[in-house]
């Protein structure tokens, strides 16, 4: 029902707003109206849009209860012939976890030179098909010509084309509230609609389509650096691009510190020693006169002009009034990089992943027993009044990284630092995300199969164990797969 009032909402704001109309006569100005349609509209060669085309194939993004990503069709189903055109309704076949309602993209009126937008409603099914006439609330999402936003900086109900080459890309975005419903549409020349993007506020109930043998980047490449009003563009891993101080420790110490990746997806991020279940993102779309001195020095010393950016800032709570005081809590999206606030300074960083990551922060508040985590399983919890002194895994992971003997706080003992790629799998608590240091429990084994003072190492472990003590990690070692560089 939440859904469906909001969809309202939306559709309601939509017509308030009002928007461009197709040139359409009343049904009452031409008696023969219908054989002007069968013979005008049979010769729209719209190269935007293939009108042979029944169904066509995407790379899917679903995020509504649970995330879920597959492939999917879309069906090209022809509604009605009007006289300068045809309109299509674009619907995705029926898919579990997605509503009904969200199947249908709209309906499109096809001509020559332009491709309109029509909500998916009863109503203007009915004004189509019997008056042949477009709604009044019909957008212009495809012509050769920009499009601007006339709201500019004011808030309420933006909309605006961008041309660049082939491509046209439409946005829509509503920020009178914080939840608003966003859309965009991307079009290429003899390729039709090769992306589609639309949900509320920081990607809830999120759908997105990619064209199947499209290639995304390169498309963006295309354009001008641009910002998406709304965008979860910023899901994914990211890695930086520019030297990195913090606390006053060198790059690379800095780098060891904060790891080189951050992670943020819809459901966590991992920031440096920190990371965040169910995050909250605040997203805030800036002028250029509303940038601060510190992001307008750093984009001129890196030669980046841009009219707009988004801020993000993210927050523990569904108000959003606790931040999340962490590196990387809040940054900027410029074009295809973000700018990531530390110790007060701007650092680049640039996307290395994007898709679906899995979440290996435990949650003290809510791990139980028999709870998957990656690919082991919470097998037992001990607590100490009400503090989690150990949390024991059952399943087996191969992990890589240097080990090296040494006193430990517990005696003397072996214990493996963990590279970048393995430190990913380890379940770990949300404020020490960056832990990647394990001892090993069975010494007597370790020194069989482990008998330098150090060396590289690929290893089987098993009985993972954290809990809040001096090495927070730990684990059985089972066998060594590979092992170079060992020292005496």
């Known amino acids: 029902m939440r859904k469906a009032l909001a969809m309202v909402l939306v559709f309601g704001l939509l017509f308030a707003f009002g928007c461009n109309k197709a040139n359409i006569p009343n049904a009452d100005e031409n008696s023969n109206r219908e054989n002007i349609q069968a013979e005008n509209s049979s010769s729209v060669n719209n190269p935007f849009f293939n009108p042979n085309v029944e169904q066509l194939n995407y790379k899917g993004k679903f995020i509504f209860d649970d995330i879920v990503e597959k492939d999917v069709k879309l069906n090209i189903n022809e509604v009605a012939k009007l006289e300068d055109g045809i309109v299509y309704e674009l619907r995705i076949d029926g898919i579990m976890e997605v509503p009904e309602e969200r199947l249908s993209l709209g309906y499109f009126y096809v001509q020559k030179d332009k491709i309109y937008k029509i909500e998916p409603t009863e109503g203007n099914l009915r004004k189509i098909k019997d008056n042949g ?44 509230v914080e939840s608003g419903y966003f859309e965009t549409i991307i079009w290429e020349k003899e390729k039709g ?7 509320f506020g920081a990607g809830r109930d999120l759908v ?46 800095s780098l060891k510190y904060l790891s080189k990746q951050f992670i943020y997806m819809p459901l966590f991020c991992r920031c440096g020693p ?57 940054f900027y999206i410029v074009g295809d990089k973000i700018i990531v606030v530390i110790d007060g300074k701007l650092y680049g960083m640039k996307k290395v992943f994007e898709g679906e990551v899995e979440n290996y922060l435990v949650d003290e508040d809510t791990v139980h027993v028999g709870q998957k985590i990656g690919s082991l399983t919470v097998k037992s919890i001990e607590k100490n009044s009400e503090m989690i002194g150990d949390i024991t895994f059952s399943g087996k992971i191969t992990v890589k990284g240097v080990y090296e003997w040494d006193y430990t706080g517990d005696g003397y003992g072996c214990v493996i630092t963990l590279d970048e790629e393995s430190r990913k799998i380890i379940p770990v608590f949300e404020n020490f995300a960056d832990e990647k240091t394990i001892l090993i429990n069975n010494t007597e084994i370790a020194h069989k199969l482990l008998p330098k003072e150090s060396g590289e190492a690929e290893i089987v472990i098993d009985n993972y164990s954290i809990g809040y003590r001096q090495i927070m990690t730990s684990a059985d070692l089972v066998r060594v797969v590979s092992l170079k560089n060992a020292k005496e």
């Open 274 to 330: 920190k990371g965040l279940n169910n995050p909250k993102y605040l997203i805030e779309k800036l002028g250029r006169e509303s940038f601060g001195d510190d992001l307008r020095q750093y984009l001129d010393k890196n030669n980046i002009d841009v009219d707009f950016a988004n801020k993000i800032v993210i927050f523990r709570d569904d108000e959003k009034q606790e931040k999340w005081e962490a590196f990387g809590g809040e």
């Open 133 to 176: 006439q477009l709604p009044e609330d019909s957008v212009i999402v495809c012509q050769d010509g920009e499009i601007n936003d006339e709201l500019g900086e004011e808030r309420g109900l933006h909309r605006y084309l961008e041309v660049k080459g082939d491509v046209r890309k439409y946005h829509s975005y509503n920020d009178l």
């Open 193 to 199: 609609m090769i992306s589609y993007r639309s949900g």
């Open 208 to 253: 997105e389509l990619d064209l199947e043998k499209y290639n995304k980047r390169e498309s963006e490449e295309q354009s001008n650096i641009n910002i998406s009003e709304n965008s979860e563009n910023f899901y994914g891993i990211w890695e930086f691009i520019e030297p990195v101080t913090v606390h006053g420790f060198t790059p690379e110490e």
